[in-house]
């Protein structure tokens, strides 16, 4: 349940609290939480579903064959960027103006008060929105089409190993499922990596100029970040994978950035939320800095002692571990 104290006074929406962690590393096992969590994550309309499809559609309507990838070349590759660019706008556009700028769902399940679209000398342009939309497109969706050419291209070429349905259905399948598991265990690592006080100030800074967030600030990044963000899409240099795994990894990373940062829980209908959406432990860490560094799907932060589940507790210990420099 919300609490009524300092620290939920700073919000105007909270979640139920405390916040959960997924139950799949925890010890002991829980078979039943682990089973709800799975159905809860992957059998029912949500963000891993609706980009299992999305990935597969754009394999056989959108997406250059791998005989075309041998060679770089500058039509498919211009046709994955445009590809990619009109899904931006489309995510992270449709949720801005949904959101924020046509105010569809008010202030209900809305984290912060404030508007976002702030202006100032720290923003490019002197403008939250422009500043945002500005490195998601030109540093975000130019390294996301980058990355998706480079592996498209080393598959076409052998030097990365292919995996087709027929070859093994069932680790076709799996290697869907555990994608998100992946980028998660390598997101924390990057993103302590960036809280390392020389590469925050060269690179992420930029992300952090969002203390309230918006869609189009997940992927409004340094070239330097995104680049390493992008990076865990690598793993598929060693684990045979489909052009549609690429896909799915791909814009699993890229899209889920602008939904997780929309700044509300999710879109409310007819009274429920019937699509999950900005997570509270994220945008605590946009607010606070020093806590969740990662994902709710590999739950580093609990292991390393920089967890926040959104209680009181938790950030009287935060306050602490500044205090005493440990955060």
């Known amino acids: 349940m919300t609490e009524n104290n300092a620290f939920s006074r700073q919000w105007h929406y909270m979640p139920d609290l405390p916040i959960q ?6 010890w002991p096992p829980n078979p039943s939480k682990i089973a709800r969590w799975i159905a809860g994550s992957w059998f029912v309309i949500g963000e891993n579903i609706i980009l ?3 990935a597969t559609a754009c394999w056989f309507f959108f997406q250059p064959s791998l005989e075309t990838a041998k060679t770089i070349e500058l039509g ?21 103006w949904f959101f924020h700028s046509g105010k569809k769902q008010g202030q209900n399940r ?11 000398k720290i923003y490019t342009f002197n403008n939250q929105l422009y500043d945002n939309m500005f490195w998601t497109l030109a540093s975000g969706v130019t390294l996301w ?3 998706e050419t480079v592996m498209f291209w080393a598959m076409a070429n052998d030097y990365a190993p292919v995996l087709f349905w027929s070859d093994n259905p ?11 598991l992946w980028i998660s265990f390598h997101f924390y690592w990057i993103h302590r990596f960036l809280h390392w006080k020389p590469m925050y100030d060269l690179a992420h800074a930029v992300h952090h100029r969002n203390t309230n967030v918006g869609p189009w600030s997940g992927l409004s990044m340094h070239p330097i970040e995104t680049l390493l963000f992008f990076s ?30 929309t700044g509300f829980e999710g879109m409310v209908i007819g009274d429920e939320n019937r699509l999950a959406l900005g997570r509270f432990h994220h ?11 990662g994902n709710l799907e590999v739950p580093w932060d609990k292991a390393f002692g920089s967890w926040h589940d959104g209680t009181q507790e938790a950030h009287e210990a935060m306050k602490e571990r500044r205090r005493f420099g440990t955060g």
């Open 21 to 26: 962690t997924s139950p799949l590393f925890s």
């Open 52 to 54: 299992v499809a999305l």
């Open 76 to 96: 498919w590759v211009a046709q994955i960027f445009i590809r990619n660019i009109i899904l931006m706008f489309l995510v992270a556009g449709g949720l801005h």
């Open 110 to 120: 809305k984290y912060d008060k404030r508007d976002i679209g702030g202006s100032g």
């Open 145 to 147: 089409t980058a990355y």
């Open 170 to 180: 069932v680790w076709f399948a799996a290697l869907l499922f555990l994608t998100p």
């Open 232 to 261: 865990s899409v690598l793993i598929h240099f060693v684990l045979a994978s489909h052009p549609i795994h690429i896909l799915f990894h791909m814009q699993h990373q890229a899209l889920t950035a602008a939904t997780s940062h």
């Open 283 to 293: 945008q605590m860490h946009h607010r606070y800095f020093e806590c969740n560094y």
